[in-house]
């Protein structure tokens, strides 16, 4: 099946810096979608990428659908301490379909 | 607005016994998505409704896992002679299928087996 290979696995910042995690899958991706997720939460929809090579800002966040559509990254500007959570990102193949999703990348922020 | 709602909240069961899981998706949402995550780990597919059908149900891992959808609303998820192996978060999503499909989820039934 799909597999989504997600890194960094975690990263450890200070408040202030600049983060970057990506995604690349081993078959393309019609739609990739970056999530949050808190504890004891379900995820929550941060940015959506429809067309190869999109760019999409979403506040301090930013995310770009790569161009062979097997890949995405997102960035996160200026972390601030309410930044903590796991990001996941998410492919979907065809409209309607199923997520498939990657293992997640565990941010903590430092004050 | 209301989001996904999700019931229990928390079930801790014995090995053995059938549990039943509830989502209340988002009123008007045609589609919904039902998802596993164990501990430390992404989310896994289990099954997508469109209306009251099941065009894919590939994910479940086996035939004790079984869900039905009533019209374009509740959803039940029913795992019968429960496994350790099968503790898990399980999270429901629903969607707008015009809406580029972007699924929104409920908090999750936290599944322990005993």
């Known amino acids: 099946g799909q597999q989504l290979n997600q890194s960094p696995q975690s990263m450890f910042i200070q408040e202030g810096e600049d983060v970057s995690m990506n995604c690349t899958s081993s078959?393309?991706?019609?739609?990739w979608l970056w999530y949050k997720q808190e504890p004891g939460e379900g995820p929550v929809l941060l940015i959506a990428?429809?067309?190869?090579?999109e760019l999409t800002s979403n506040g301090r966040l930013t995310a770009q659908f790569g161009i062979t559509r097997k890949d995405s990254f997102l960035n996160i500007s200026a972390s601030i301490p309410s930044d903590v959570g796991i990001y996941f990102c998410?492919?979907?193949?065809?409209?309607?379909?199923?997520?498939?999703f990657g293992e997640g990348t565990q941010l903590t922020v430092n004050p | 607005g209301a989001g996904v709602s999700q019931s229990p909240s928390n079930k801790v069961t014995e090995k053995g016994k059938d549990v039943e899981l509830r989502c209340d998706p988002i009123?008007?949402?045609?589609?919904l998505y039902w998802y596993r995550q164990r501990l430390g780990q992404g989310l896994e597919f289990l099954i997508y409704f469109q209306g009251n059908s099941a065009p894919d149900k590939s994910g479940l891992p086996s035939d004790r896992f079984s869900a039905e959808r009533t019209g374009e609303s509740v959803s039940t998820l029913t795992i019968q002679r429960t496994q350790q192996e099968d503790s898990a978060v399980y999270l429901c999503?629903?969607?707008?299928?015009?809406?580029?499909?972007?699924?929104?989820f409920g908090p999750g039934t936290r599944l322990t087996v005993l």
């Open positions: 009123s008007g949402h045609t589609a």
């Open positions: 078959s393309i991706f019609n739609t």
């Open positions: 998410a492919g979907q193949e065809t409209s309607g379909s199923r997520l498939t």
């Open positions: 999503a629903s969607s707008w299928v015009a809406n580029y499909n972007e699924q929104f």
């Open positions: 990428l429809y067309k190869a090579g």
